[in-house]
């Protein structure tokens, strides 16, 4: 199985297009889906999700940032 190494996130919304990334090192080579496999508590429901019509994928107004 391989890990993602790598994350990186922009602002696409902002002009300045500011980001985040995060570069990952892992303490083993070998994992197993095992892993990662979710098991949830006894008392709780699921979530059915659903899909979102096509739209502005940031809708409302421009962001702004708060001047000094």
């Known amino acids: 199985m391989n890990l993602p190494c790598k994350l990186v996130m922009v602002d696409a919304a902002d002009a300045g297009l500011p980001g985040y990334a995060a570069e990952f ?3 083993t080579t070998q994992s197993t889906d095992d892993v990662f496999r ?4 006894e008392n709780v429901d ?3 999700l659903s899909e979102i019509a096509d739209s502005d994928p940031v809708p409302g107004p421009p962001l702004t940032r708060p001047t000094k």
Not at 38 to 41: S, V
């Open 38 to 41: 979710f098991t949830p508590q």
């Open 25 to 27: 090192s892992w303490g």
């Open 46 to 48: 699921r979530v059915e």
